[in-house]
């Protein structure tokens, strides 16, 4: 009865455990999960800051693109 009982209690320990190893991988997921959201945040947080850097850089070309058509056309009317 006695060994029935220590093996009923061991088994228990042992789900416990169990159950216990399933919640932290459980929670390393979670915690691989969010930094990899974090990672593609950032990620697309780079992307935005290469756009708006090719939009001024496109932005100054045509800057300059203006300013020497309005030379030409001031040229054009001396």
Known sequence: MLLLLLLLLLLL??????LLLLLLLLLLLLQLLLLLLLLLLLLLLLLLMLLLL?????LLLLQQLLILLL????LLLL
């Open 54 to 58: 090719l939009l001024l850089q496109l």
């Open 13 to 18: 320990l042992l789900l416990l455990l169990l």
């Open 71 to 74: 030379l030409l056309l001031l």
